[in-house]
């Protein structure tokens, strides 16, 4: 089985096994990713890890809740095909986003030649073709979803109908399951398929309860304090009572200038409400207000909700992190980069490979390869990212703080390994994001291929200077994702702000 995830640090996969570092790094070899011992820890280290997450997990009663996965849960040396799919259901106020079913089409850049790959509509047309014979990405299998309608549910769609069927017999051989995210309906389809085959079938992922653990950020605040310490977290409290949650943004802003409103499983700065001090000191119904943002949020009434210190920080550094099982050994730090982040809410955008100083590249390394072995300890296994604070000047001896965990796939892990299937060596310097023009909107695939001609990437010259993919929302949205490479990061960036949209014609 080729586990494209499990590439080593800093080099690039281009095919089953073949693995090239010829090319100097123009990063950092820290920002491009680190093993274990590379980042300074010790197995003494390693250990202490692994027991703080032990020590959360018996709080949380980890074991009992983590056994009835236990048949489909990985095993390093586990040999299937692989089916891929993106089932981010699970995730709150996604609907909210333009064009966000098709976003299931990520998973294509993660599939290879003898792979499957499932979502709930067909791919863009032209986006296959581009993918197999522009990016040599291989041929997998793609499944259409089709029994009853089942909103974003993927992997609840693909337990029945023709798809289900196909994939019974495939794990009648043995399956993996490789998801965007460990929710319980990718392990369903895992025990469904497993009946029904009589197959081993596995999923290359957290289990729902080490899923949750890394994906609610309350938990998660605890888990770092547990590993590192309560001074790499932001002050933070929780509750289930509006009046409460008043007084806590209260108390909170008579030590920080800004304070916020947590939602704890939410995305890319969604359910987060965030104000000033002496906004809440001039609030005269604040307790009303907070009833609102929890109406607006759709809370269930049961909930913990953060009540937290907003802290002023110009870097917020992201860190990717691959967590095999317990007998594959300690994590692996596979890159560290600078979240580009917008509007008041900072929602996610995009990303950029760190230009980071070395000694605070080591300590983001070292501390998110601590956090991400608590995690192992608990259960996790998979693609997990950690998003931090940078407070005070990079280029000083500045402050961490861990904000928020992603145990799954995302907006900068996914062009990160596209960027290491194509590239032959370390990454270049490259920015990645979502391109959203109204002028796009109702264009083609092809068209907009059309226009970039010799631009796009040929990873078997390569020419080129960008990549596309999650090209689905294109049409309906005016959206896609693109790659850009430069020779510099600052060509990389000017790359995407100038010749870009002035090629499509959107300036």
Known sequence: MRRQAEAPPGRAYTGPGLYHAEVKPTHDPLALGATWSDAGLSDADYQRALAAGRALGAELGQAEALAPFAEQVWRSDFDAPILYLDDFSAIPFLDN?????????????????GDLFAAISDPAPGYEDYCRERLQLGSPTFLLADPPPCGLRVAKALQGGAAFELLAAVASDGLALHPYMGIEDVWALARALAERSGGEVRVLGPPPPATWVANDKGVFSRLVSGVLGP?????????????????????????????????????????????????????????DRVERF????????????????????????????????????????????????????RVFQGSRPAGFPRETLRQIAATSLQVGAALQALGYVGRCSFDLLLLGDPAQPSALRFTESNGRWGGTSTPMHLVDRLIQGPRPPYRAQDFVHPGL?????????????????????????????????????????VIAFGDSQDEAEALLADEFPRLLGVE
């Not at 008579?254 to 987060?272: I, P």
């Not at 210190?309 to 300690?330: C, D, V």
């Open 294 to 345: 929890l109406f607006d949020t759709r809370w269930d009434g049961v909930e913990q909700v953060l009540a937290m210190a907003w802290e002023p920080a110009e870097h917020s550094p992201s860190t990717q992190l691959w967590i095999p099982s317990l007998e594959g050994g300690p994590p692996r730090l596979d890159g560290i980069y600078e979240q580009i982040l917008v509007g008041e809410l």
């Open 231 to 287: 001074e790499f977290v932001v002050e933070t409290h929780g509750s289930n009572q509006a009046a409460e949650l008043a007084k806590l943004l209260q108390d909170l802003a008579t030590r920080h200038e800004r304070v916020a409103l947590k939602r704890t499983r939410c995305a890319s700065g969604m359910g987060n409400w965030h104000l000033s001090a002496q906004e809440v000191r001039e609030h005269t119904a604040l307790a």
């Open 441 to 481: 909107i109702g264009a083609t695939f092809p068209e907009v291929a059309a226009k970039l001609g010799d631009r796009l990437y040929d990873p078997r010259t390569g020419e080129g200077r960008y990549v596309l993919y999650n090209v689905g929302p294109l049409q309906g949205s005016g959206k896609l994702d």
């Open 97 to 113: 986003i333009s064009g966000v079913a098709e976003y299931q089409h990520r998973t294509r850049v993660r599939a290879g030649e």
